[in-house]
């Protein structure tokens, strides 16, 4: 049974996720503050993580780049507010997905579902024989999810590594943002462009040496993205 830390300060909302998430099977335990979900989330071992961006005491984003630094375990960031900046922050941070009150508490346990059986997909294909894509410098090594350009290694969270892997093994062909959604986040895109967006300017930064002339991953206006071979 998966394990899932909820990190809310609003207690209805996070009894709330707690009451949805439980019935869908999932053991939940509930953190109002700030400081001491962090330390719990550093020391327990959740399957998932599920942070509200204001908190008492230790912000959510704070909490989401201090997890980050030692587990890639699926995190969803949950705020009040819709605009972009809080978005960028908590995606920028290595969060696997947002989503902004209200929301419907089937939607959230839709995408819980997701992610945690795609993370558990991961791992257990870790011991799996080795694969790796090589382009131009970059280095892909499917098994071990790690990343290297010019044999310096780049250290990328679970869905920046998805989305790579991704692009690099379907060359050449260009994806709409929904389609990449769909691909890597498993699930139908509902107003969520913009993870997509995020993630490929995240992955430019690591992999690129000039962002605004990529040479791995190409913008095609109007449509989408390719990785180019």
């Known amino acids: 049974m998966s394990g899932i830390l909820i990190i809310e300060d609003e207690l209805e909302i996070a009894e709330l996720e707690k009451d949805y998430l439980e019935m869908s099977g999932y053991e939940v335990e509930i953190c109002a503050d700030g400081t001491e979900g962090l330390g719990k989330a550093l020391a327990g071992s959740y399957d998932m993580l599920i942070i509200d961006i204001m908190l008492p005491g230790t912000d959510g984003c704070e909490i989401c780049r201090r997890v980050r630094e030692v587990n890639n375990l699926p995190i969803i960031m949950v705020s009040a507010k819709k605009d972009d900046i809080d978005k960028i922050n908590g995606l920028g941070l290595g969060a696997d997905d947002y989503i902004t009150k209200p929301f419907s508490p089937s939607e959230l346990v839709a995408r819980v579902k997701a992610h945690i059986a795609r ?84 992955i430019r930064e690591k992999i690129e040496i000039n962002t605004q002339k990529p040479q791995y991953i190409e913008t095609i206006w109007g449509v989408g993205y390719r990785f180019k071979v």
């Open 119 to 202: 993370y558990e997909r991961l791992v257990a294909n870790s011991g799996e024989s080795s694969e790796t894509i090589e382009i131009r410098g970059l280095k892909i090594d499917v098994v071990s999810r790690r990343v290297y350009i010019n044999g310096e290694e780049r250290v990328f969270t679970t869905k920046e590594f998805d989305l790579l892997t991704f692009l690099a093994k379907h060359p050449n062909r260009v994806y709409t943002k929904e389609e990449l959604f769909r691909e890597v986040w498993d699930m139908e895109s509902v107003g969520d462009i913009a993870t997509v967006t995020v993630h490929i300017k995240k």
